[in-house]
C-alpha cells in the first residue's frame, strides 16, 4: 500500500485540517507515492524506535518531528540525526498531533480518569480543551487524590488545593494557557505546567492538576492501532519510553 492511500485514511480518521496552526501533522518525511512494507506506531520517534523498524516502513507518531523550519541539516543533533536515519532505511513519518487530540485522545484521556464517579459530566468543548461540569463542586486537592489514584502515579502536582471546584478544563499532553479561558474556581487539567503559569493562574482563582505528558497520551498508539484496523490495516505498535525516570 503507498503512503498517500495510508495516508487518506488516517485524514478521514482525524481530518489534519483540524490540527492547530503551530502544529505540524501530516507527512514530516518521505514520499507519498512510495510503497510501505509495514506500518508501525509510535508515540514519540526517536532512536530507538528507528532502530526497532523495518526498512521501507511508514512510521505514525503522535509527536512531529520537525515543528519548525531547519536552518541547518546537521546530522549528529536532534532532529536531524534521525531525519537523516529515516532516510537511509527509506522510513516515511506521518505525525497525528493535534488533529488526534481533539477527535481522539482528549475524550479518551478524560474517560480514562473516571470523572463521572465524582459527579463531573461533559458540558462541551472550547479551543483544544474539553469542559466537564458538576452541580456538587469539591476541592482540587480530593480531585487531584481522585486521578493519582486512577492513573497510578506515585506524585502528582497540583495547586489551589481548597478551591471548590465547578469546571474542569482538560487537555492530554501540555495547554497551560487554557488558563486564559477559564474563570475563578475552574481547574485545569493538563502537564508540563510552568511555574509562572501556575502564579497567574492562582491570582485568578483558577487551579492547574499537572498529569504528566507521557502519562496522558501514551494511549495514543492503541487508539490509533483500533482505528486502522476497522480499514483493514494492521499495524505493529512500537513502544515509546518515558524520557523521564522518578526517584
Request: glycine share 2%; hydrophobic share 40%; net charge negative.
Amino acid at each position: 500500500m503507498k503512503v498517500l492511500e495510508i495516508y487518506n485514511i488516517l485524514d478521514s480518521i482525524s481530518p489534519f485540517i483540524m490540527q492547530a496552526e503551530w502544529d505540524n501533522s501530516g507527512l514530516n518525511i518521505g514520499n507519498m507515492q512510495i510503497e510501505c512494507k509495514q506500518v508501525y506506531i509510535a508515540l514519540e520517534l526517536d532512536m530507538q524506535v528507528v532502530n526497532a523498524i523495518e526498512n521501507e516502513s511508514l512510521l505514525i507518531v503522535h509527536h512531529p518531528l520537525i515543528f519548525k523550519a531547519l536552518k541547518t541539516i546537521q546530522t549528529d543533533t536532534y532532529p536531524a540525526n534521525l531525519i537523516e536515519l529515516c532516510l537511509q532505511k527509506k522510513i516515511s513519518v506521518i505525525a497525528m498531533h493535534t488533529n488526534f487530540d481533539k477527535t481522539h485522545l482528549n475524550q479518551a484521556f478524560a474517560t480514562k480518569l473516571c470523572l463521572e464517579s465524582l459527579n463531573f459530566t461533559p458540558n462541551g468543548e472550547k479551543d483544544f480543551s474539553l469542559i466537564y461540569s458538576t452541580n456538587t463542586p469539591l476541592s482540587t486537592y480530593s480531585l487531584a487524590t481522585h486521578i493519582k489514584n486512577i492513573l497510578g502515579l506515585d506524585t502528582l502536582r497540583y495547586t489551589q488545593k481548597d478551591n471548590m471546584i465547578h469546571n474542569l478544563y482538560i487537555t492530554c499532553g501540555s495547554n497551560a494557557t487554557a488558563y486564559k479561558i477559564a474563570n475563578k474556581r475552574d481547574c485545569i487539567i493538563t502537564g508540563d505546567i510552568k511555574y509562572h503559569d501556575a502564579m497567574i493562574a492562582a491570582s485568578e482563582g483558577i487551579s492547574f492538576i499537572d498529569v504528566p505528558h507521557f502519562e496522558s497520551e501514551c494511549i495514543f498508539s492503541d487508539l490509533l492501532a483500533k482505528a486502522l484496523q476497522k480499514h483493514h490495516i494492521q499495524a505493529i505498535i512500537t513502544n515509546s519510553h518515558n524520557p523521564f525516570c522518578y526517584i
